[in-house]
Each structure stands twice: as structure tokens, then as C-alpha cells.
């Protein structure tokens, strides 16, 4: 009888914790990150400073999309990153996600523009589409196909942990 | 400067705990009376760095502090200062660090309450710091709240998320937190306990008014939280089995039986076994919640965003409590135990098979949160456990641990009872019972059995209990008034969850602006719809005129409101009260032909549902000042 309740009392816990460990261990359950794979939807929507109209087509290759905005705290943090990319040879693209044309300009000037090109995506339609639930995100897309999400700030690690393994297993870039 | 200064106080009480848990533990004269006041005094400074730390912090929050990252990311100059305040813990980092000061409050508590001779004290002590720089050191590791922005702030911060800024919000975590952390008194004695090893020492009584007002503080914060979904995030109901809400049910469930278990080690020191187990389980189960919200493993209203650095520290730290209780438990089990053996229908035996239905219920619910993670991990599918699962198992163990609760009632310690001499208050309840759930099977043609059988053990217990107040008024029979309100309102919310299950409706509309529609008894007007401008949200407003079966009419005006700073919508309910039932209205999308959509909802009880369960909580706080029990 004491036996067995030793044996319960150790092993009911020892189960639980293992098993924890093995799912917060798991590739797979990144927090934040979803590899679910879709084509990216038809959309059509103005660059940042108006001058042409961007869709679909004009779209193609392997990139960085990063949804950002002005209001957005954390895209303050997640800049400077987001610049090194760029420098090093990475397209990014920006998503200007329901933001004041006025404001963004004026945000780009004074941290400085990581961006290949920004779609001004005032209404928040295509953020939309794609699942986005604030700022920041982003999005590694191949071919015009969503490939990885992270919901957050992207730094060295999540760079690293999260899209690095599909760059390399897809060999973009 | 001043955000270091609060940064460096933080740190500084973690140094002071370390010292605390090291002399009180690790050095082998910790009863020694020099160094028990060296105990008793470090820990006060570790509290009260720790606490100016956070007063230091909370006005950063108030002076609107943007160059705290924190801060930044979720306040904003336009908040009130109530608003600014609970900014502070509607994230991670800052309810983590609430979270911390609220465990080291109980300890502080206990530090100044208890005398210093009590044997079990600086022991007890020494394992509450060491679980403090456990927490602290993940705070300041992975978490921390004093994360800067330099050079240059932001002019303005990100704003509270909208569904945050309510005041039912404001207090449900902090009292919810101070239930969860303040198991850790009993936890930390009883493992003080284990350590001394010697049975003779009582700690269950040590422990008795602690254990319950935590108690109380978790009652209290698992209604609130029901509270407030139900009108703040439009759920519309008032328990959905959501992860989070198992996570607190779990330890709840351990603490009720806990605190009865401890009743009995009190008065016989029998079930001592299962009093410790129990507070080793509440309190892990306390901590395991916090490991489930903050680890990011599970999508829910409660989780926070975050990196699984967390998880995996947090997991580390729970091991490390869990496996050390348990080799300290295993190591003192034979000493422990208890030579009497449980006399047959005695209060003892009563009680125990009470605990042994609770414990199913806790690893049911455990299965229920576990078993979806599990099998995504096995089969990389999802699947999810709802209502059915846990009506299955939760009304057939509920109501067989009424049905015990009933024939407990006036049962002796350490004696079984007389069933002559109470055969006739349970007669007398059980006859009014079946002519109760009678009435209800005819009146509202219910077949279900689940509801009637609930409605029938429900009205067991506040029959029985009304019989021993009556016979206290008529024949001053004493009757234990915390018992008595407790279980009575145990009966309460049976019958009240069941006729909330049993008469409740709900409907979605599509109605058109000037036109009526009916539903049940009442006939529904829309009146007007409109948009109006606030500081930070537009928001959708429409007029409805409700009119009841007896002529009376009020207006209902639900809203949809998109907040600027996040572009978030949210659904604002409108809601009329009434004795007996809630008219819940929420408005949906516009149709394309102009209508709208309007979900309806018929609650019957459901104010009534709180109110039990306040009213056990509120049972607690009459125990606790009581002059029955003294610390």
C-alpha cells in the first residue's frame, strides 16, 4: 500500500513533466509561429508614396514581408533588425498596416527605411487576408507562397529558430 | 535613474531571499533564536525592497514612462490613472512581477503574524524564498519589466488592449493571483514540516486561517473572471471550459478539499497523508496554471505572447518544487502516518471519500487540458474537449459528492452516525427534494436526467441545512455558520446552474431598422442604429425596445466599437437584469439587405450562479474572522 503510493505520487508528475517538455521542446509548437502554407491572395493596393499600384503579379520571387506601423511600439524595437537584413542582402517588403500615409512617412524618416517597397494597406484588407492580428508580423514568402508567419518582434533568435530552418530546407535567397 | 533604481531594488530582495532560504534551510541551526530573528528581519527587507521596487514601478506607469519598454507597449497617455495602474498587469512581464509581489505579501504576513517560537517558522520562511528567487530570477532572466527603450521613448505608449479597460478586469487577476500564490503558506509549512520531520508538530493548524483566506481570494477571483466574460467579451455564458479556466478550476478543486482535509488532521490528525499531498498538489496546480498561460502552449483569451525560454524555465522550476516535495514526502511517509483507523460514517470517513471524488475530478479536468497538446503532439492533429466531456464526468461526481455532503451533515468526529436519531431531517429533506425535482419534471417537461438529478441533489443539501436552522432557531441546536452558508450555497449553484441549463435560450436574428420581431415572451424593436465618435474608438450603437409578456419595456443598446490605436473591434452587450433572468442582446454584421444581425440570449439564474459562489467565498471571510480559530 505505501509502495504503491509512493510509485503513484512520483510517477503521476514525472508523466506530466515529460510530457511538457517534450511538446514546449518540439519544433513544431514555436510560440507565434505557424508554418501553414497558402498562396498569397489576389490584392491590388498603393506604395506608400502613391506613385504606382502594386498586385499579385508584379510580386514574385522569395521575400520578407513585414507587416509594420507608425502607432506600432514594437516595430520601434524590431527596426534595427529589420535593417541588418536588408543590408545583408534580404529583400524585405513592407506591409504599412492601417496607418496615416503622413505618419508612416514621417516614421521612415526618422528610423530610416529597411524597405524594398511598402504597400499601404490602410483598411487592413490584405493583412486580412493573410491572418494577420497586429503589428508586428512577418511573413517569408516563396514564389508567392506564404511559407512562415511569426506573430512578434523578429530578432537574431526568432530569425534564426523560426525562418532560417525553411530558407535553408527551401533554398531561397 | 529611476527606472534603475527600481530595477536594482528587484534585484537586491532577490539577494536578501537567497539569504533567507540559505540560513533557514541550509544552516543547521536555523532555530537557534539569533538566527530565527536574522530571518524574520532579512525577509522583511527583502519584502520591503521588493515592494518599493514595484510602488516604484507603478509610478513609472502613472507618470506615463514610455522609455520602460513594458510601459510603453501597454499604456498610453489618454488612460485614466485607475487604467494606467492596471496596464501593469495585463501582459506578461507585469502581472509576472505582481504576481511576485503578491507571494512575497503572504509571506511577509505570515512573517509578522506568526511568533517567532512557532517551530515550523523559520523553515517555512526559508522555502516561500526560495520559491521567491526561484520566480524572481525568471522575472529578471526572461522577463523583465525594466527592459528600456533608449534613447529615444516613444512620445506616446501603445494602449491597453480595449477588453482589458473594465473595471471587472482591473481586479479579477490581482485577486485570482493573490488566491493562487497564497497556497504557498501552506505549501512552505508543510514542507517545513517534512523537513523537520517530527509528527508531533501540528502544522495543519498553523495553517488553517491562511489556507482559507486564499481560499477566498480564489473564490472570489474565479467569479469575477466569470463575470466579466460574460458581459466584457460577449461569451454570454458563464463557464466554457476554455483552458484557462480549467487552470484555476484544478487548484480550486484541490483547495476545497484541502481545507476540509485539513479540518479533520486538525481535530483527529487523521488523513494527514492526504492533507499534505493536497497542499502539495494545490499549490503545484497553482503554479502549473502559471506555467500553462505564460508558456505559450496553449491559444487562449488568457495567454500571452512570448518565447518558449519561459516555458522551459518555468517547467525546470515547477520540477524542482514538485520532485523535491515528493522525495521529502516519500522519505517521512512511514512517520507520518496515521495508527487509527477511520471509523465507518464518521465525519472522518465522510470527508475522505469527498476527497477521493475530488481527486477524480482534478485528473479529469488535467486530462481534459492535457489530452488535446498531447495528441497534436502524437498525431499532429487538432482536436478539442469541451462541455460534453466534462458534463459526463462532472454531474455523476458532483452530485454523489452532494449526496455524501448530505448524510455528513451533523455526522461526529470519529463516530458513525446514528441513523435513528437523524432519520428525521433526512426524510424530511429527501421527501421535499423529490416533490422539488417532481414539480420541475411535470412544470418545465425536463427528461433530462443530468438536470434533475443535479436539481434533486442541489435541493438535498439546502432542505437538510434549512432543518438544522431551524432546529438551531427553535431548539438552539448549534449549527456551524460557515459550514452552514458554504454548503448552502454548494446547493445554491447546483440548482441554479441546472435551471440556467434547463431554461435558457438563445437566438440570431436578422432584423430590419424600425421593424419588431418576437423571440419567447418578448417582442424586440429596433429602433434606431448609429455611429458614434469617442476619444479612442468609433463605435456602432443601436437602440432596441424590448417589451416583456407583462407590458413592461426598457431599451437595449449594444454596440460594436473599433479602437484606433490597435484597430481591434469589440462587442459591447447590452444587458437587462431582472430577479430572475438576464435579456443579453449583441449585435452582429449588417446583411446585405440592410438588416442586421442580433444574437439574443434568455439566462435564467445566472446572477444567481454568482451569487453562490460569492456567497461561499463569503463563508471564508467569516471563518477567517471568526473567533473559533486563532493564527
Known amino acids: 500500500m505505501n509502495l504503491l503510493l509512493k510509485l503513484i505520487v512520483f510517477i503521476v508528475p514525472t508523466i506530466f513533466l515529460l510530457l511538457f517538455f517534450m511538446i514546449l521542446t518540439n519544433e513544431d509548437t514555436y510560440p507565434g509561429a505557424d508554418y501553414d502554407q497558402f498562396q498569397i491572395p489576389e490584392f491590388e493596393l498603393k506604395v506608400l508614396d502613391n506613385t504606382m499600384t502594386v498586385n499579385n503579379d508584379l510580386l514574385n520571387g522569395d521575400y520578407v514581408l513585414n507587416v509594420w506601423a507608425s502607432w506600432c511600439i514594437t516595430c520601434i524595437i524590431e527596426h534595427p533588425y529589420l535593417t541588418s537584413l536588408s543590408k545583408n542582402g534580404i529583400p524585405v517588403i513592407g506591409l504599412n498596416y492601417k496607418d496615416e500615409q503622413e505618419d508612416a512617412i514621417i516614421w521612415l524618416k526618422k528610423y530610416g527605411n529597411p524597405y524594398q517597397t511598402i504597400l499601404h494597406d490602410y483598411k487592413g484588407n490584405l493583412a486580412l487576408d493573410l491572418g494577420v492580428t497586429g503589428a508586428p508580423e512577418t511573413f517569408l514568402i516563396s514564389d508567392g507562397k506564404v511559407v512562415a508567419h511569426y506573430q512578434g518582434e523578429v530578432n537574431d533568435q526568432i530569425w534564426n529558430d523560426v525562418f532560417l530552418p525553411i530558407i535553408k530546407d527551401k533554398k531561397m535567397f | 535613474m529611476i527606472i534603475e533604481i527600481s530595477h536594482f531594488l528587484s534585484v537586491l530582495a532577490t539577494g536578501l531571499f537567497l539569504l533567507v532560504g540559505y540560513f533557514s534551510i541550509l544552516t543547521p541551526s536555523s532555530n537557534s533564536s539569533y538566527i530565527s530573528n536574522l530571518i524574520v528581519r532579512t525577509y522583511s527587507h527583502g519584502f520591503f525592497f521588493l515592494l518599493s521596487s514595484f510602488l516604484i514601478y507603478v509610478w513609472l506607469a502613472i507618470t506615463d514612462n514610455f522609455s520602460v519598454q513594458y510601459i510603453a507597449n501597454h499604456s498610453n497617455t489618454a488612460l485614466p490613472i485607475f487604467y494606467k495602474i492596471s496596464s501593469i498587469w495585463s501582459a506578461h512581464e507585469g502581472s509576472m512581477f505582481l504576481w ?7 509571506g511577509f504576513l505570515f512573517n509578522i503574524r506568526v511568533k517567532n517560537n512557532e517551530v515550523l517558522k523559520p523553515k517555512t520562511m526559508g522555502v516561500i524564498s526560495f520559491i521567491l528567487v526561484g520566480f524572481l530570477i525568471f522575472l529578471l532572466a526572461t522577463s523583465n519589466p525594466f527592459e528600456t527603450i533608449l534613447p529615444i521613448p516613444p512620445l506616446n505608449g501603445a494602449d491597453i488592449n480595449p477588453v482589458l479597460q473594465d473595471p471587472a478586469l482591473a481586479i479579477h487577476p490581482p485577486t485570482l493571483y493573490l488566491g493562487y500564490v497564497g497556497f504557498v503558506i501552506p505549501f512552505a509549512s508543510a514542507i517545513a514540516f517534512l523537513l523537520y520531520g517530527d509528527s508531533k508538530i501540528n502544522w495543519e493548524a498553523l495553517v488553517k486561517t491562511w489556507s482559507v483566506s486564499a481560499w477566498v481570494f480564489l473564490t472570489v477571483g474565479i467569479t469575477l473572471g466569470s463575470w466579466w466574460a460574460y458581459y466584457e467579451l460577449g461569451w454570454g455564458g458563464y463557464w466554457f471550459w476554455d483552458p484557462v479556466e480549467n487552470v484555476a478550476l484544478m487548484p480550486w478543486l484541490a483547495a476545497t478539499a484541502f481545507i476540509h482535509s485539513l479540518g479533520v488532521s486538525i481535530k483527529s490528525s487523521q488523513l494527514r497523508i492526504w492533507t499534505i ?8 496546480l497553482s503554479l502549473f496554471g502559471a506555467f500553462i498561460v505564460r508558456s505559450g502552449i496553449i491559444d487562449s483569451v488568457h495567454a500571452f505572447a512570448n518565447d518558449p525560454d519561459r516555458g522551459i524555465y518555468l517547467l525546470g522550476f515547477i520540477g524542482l518544487i514538485v ?13 507520518i502516518q496515521s495508527l487509527s483507523r477511520i471509523k465507518k460514517f464518521s465525519k472522518q470517513s465522510f470527508i475522505s471519500i469527498n476527497n477521493i471524488l475530488f481527486g477524480a475530478l482534478i485528473f479529469s479536468v488535467m486530462l481534459g487540458v492535457t489530452y488535446p497538446l498531447i495528441y497534436e503532439f502524437l498525431f499532429d492533429q487538432k482536436i478539442s474537449v469541451g462541455a460534453p466531456f466534462y458534463n459526463a464526468i462532472f454531474i455523476p461526481i458532483v452530485v454523489l459528492a452532494a449526496i455524501f455532503l448530505f448524510f455528513s451533515v451533523d455526522s461526529k468526529w470519529s463516530r458513525s452516525i446514528n441513523f435513528k436519531f437523524i432519520s428525521a431531517p433526512i426524510s424530511f429533506s429527501i421527501l421535499l427534494s423529490l416533490a422539488f425535482t417532481i414539480f420541475v419534471m411535470q412544470y418545465f417537461e425536463s427528461q433530462s436526467i443530468s438536470i434533475l438529478a443535479s436539481i434533486f441533489a442541489g435541493s438535498l443539501i439546502v432542505f437538510r441545512y434549512i432543518y438544522e436552522i431551524i432546529n438551531f432557531i427553535f431548539s438552539k ?22 435551471f440556467n441549463s434547463l431554461l435558457s435560450t438563445e437566438r440570431a436574428l436578422s432584423i430590419n431598422l424600425n421593424t419588431t420581431e418576437s423571440y419567447k415572451d418578448l417582442k424586440i424593436s429596433f429602433k434606431d442604429i448609429g455611429v458614434e465618435n469617442n476619444a479612442n474608438y468609433d463605435s456602432i450603437k443601436a437602440t432596441f425596445l424590448v417589451e416583456d409578456q407583462t407590458g413592461r419595456t426598457f431599451n437595449l443598446k449594444p454596440e460594436k466599437r473599433k479602437y484606433f490605436t490597435r ?13 430572475l433572468r438576464d435579456i443579453y442582446i449583441t449585435i452582429g454584421d449588417q446583411l446585405d439587405d440592410g438588416s442586421w444581425i442580433v444574437n439574443i440570449q434568455i439566462n435564467y439564474l445566472i446572477r444567481w450562479i454568482w451569487l453562490s459562489a460569492l456567497l461561499m467565498g463569503l463563508a471564508g471571510v467569516i471563518l477567517v474572522f471568526s473567533n473559533r480559530v486563532k493564527t
Not at chain 2, 277 to 284: D, N, P, Q, Y
Request: no cysteine; net charge positive.
Open chain 2, 277 to 284: 499531498l493536497l497542499s502539495i498538489l494545490v499549490f503545484s
Open chain 2, 567 to 579: 484597430g481591434q473591434i469589440t462587442t459591447e452587450t447590452a444587458i437587462h437584469i431582472t430577479f
Open chain 2, 477 to 498: 441546536k448549534f449549527i456551524n455558520p460557515f459550514s452552514v452558508i458554504a454548503h448552502m450555497s454548494l446547493g445554491l449553484l447546483l440548482i441554479s446552474i441546472s
Open chain 2, 100 to 106: 511576485i509581489v503578491f507571494l512575497s505579501l503572504w
Open chain 2, 323 to 335: 520532485f523535491t516535495s515528493v522525495f521529502l514526502f516519500i522519505l517521512r511517509l512511514s512517520s
